[in-house]
Structure formats: C-alpha cells, structure tokens
C-alpha cells in the first residue's frame, strides 16, 4: 500500500511538491527572525520544517495556535510540514500567529 502511495505521488504530484519545498522554506526564513523560535539548520530541506521552543513556552504556544484553529504537537522541539492543504496564506497566517505569541510574551516579560 505505501508504494503504491508512492507511485502515485510520484506521477501525479512531483510539481506539488515543488511547491511544498518553497512553502517549507518560507515558512522557514518566516520563523528564523522571530526571537524565541531557532530553526533547524538548513531552514528546510524538503517540506518539513524542524524547529525549537523552550519547552515552557511550547503549551502556552499550543494553545495560542489552537485558540486561532492551528494545531501542533510536540514540546520544545516541533517539526513543521508542508503538504497539499497548505498554502503561501496558511504559512504567512501560521508565521504571524507564532510572531503575534511572542511579541506578547516578550511585553509580558
């Protein structure tokens, strides 16, 4: 079943995931100039987009997201992908929400 999962990628959506890649490295440079987020070295290599958090700040980022119906897992260090049902405004509205979560918490501070 992966294979053939693979198969059809292949012939069907090489072009879309050209344009997960470009997505994934937007989203990238987005979040590398936000203080509080460390991108991964080498932004994003493929459609996955590898990045960390002080773990204390990873649920109240979590919840953040999820209060505007973005939705993440992981605590201190999250991986980010890029796919089909994601496009240029979804990454520009997840980069202003998770800039929006520490810009507030840099004032609370």
Do not use: C, W
């Amino acid at each position: 079943m992966l294979a053939a999962a693979g198969i059809y990628a292949l012939e069907n959506n090489v072009e879309r995931l050209a344009r997960d890649h470009e997505n994934a490295l937007a989203l990238a440079q987005a979040l590398s100039s936000i203080d509080g987020v460390t991108v991964a070295p080498g932004g994003a290599q493929t459609n996955m987009v590898y990045i960390s958090v002080e773990p204390q700040r990873s649920v109240r980022l979590r919840e953040h997201l999820k209060s505007q119906g973005m939705l993440i897992s992981g605590q201190g260090s999250i991986r980010l992908v890029t796919h089909l049902d994601v496009d240029r405004t979804d990454i520009d509205r997840f980069a202003a929400a998770v800039r929006e979560f520490f810009s507030s918490a840099a004032k609370a501070a």
